[in-house]
């Protein structure tokens, strides 16, 4: 059984920058994809960016492109996300999610619980 645990998340102002991490445990394949997303209120979840395992082929959306970065220790069995010059639309619960399934951006097998990020003007 896999379980994620996402951290860092809080309140910060607009301009400012967040690492979130999420620590991984269980079962790991280097050719599994990990990921991040967000879920505003009354919104739907959105993709943000992923990497393999094995630290290949980061992936990000346009929407966070040259302000996040995801990256990876797997010594340390975590990935971080990396979050630069923070906007106010950036607020969301922001989740980890594991082993993509394919297909839609979204779709990942395991989930962490989420983590807050609020973004105040």
């Known amino acids: 059984q896999v379980q994620l645990v996402e951290s860092g998340g809080g309140l910060v102002q607009a301009g400012d920058s967040l690492r979130l991490s999420c620590t991984r445990s269980?079962?790991?394949?280097?050719?599994?994809?990990m990921g991040w997303l967000r879920q505003a209120p009354g919104k739907e979840r959105e993709f943000l960016a992923a990497?393999?395992?094995?630290?290949?082929?980061?992936t990000y959306s346009d929407s966070v492109k040259g302000r996040f970065t995801i990256s990876i220790n797997s010594a340390r069995n975590t990935v971080y996300l990396q979050m630069n010059s923070l906007l106010p639309e950036d607020t969301a619960v922001y989740y980890c999610?594991?082993?993509?399934?394919?297909?839609?951006?979204?779709?990942?097998?395991?989930w962490g619980q989420g983590t807050q990020v609020t973004v105040s003007s």
């Open positions: 269980g079962r790991t394949l280097s050719r599994a994809r």
């Open positions: 990497i393999s395992w094995n630290g290949g082929n980061p």
């Open positions: 999610a594991s082993d993509w399934l394919g297909g839609p951006q979204s779709a990942y097998l395991y």
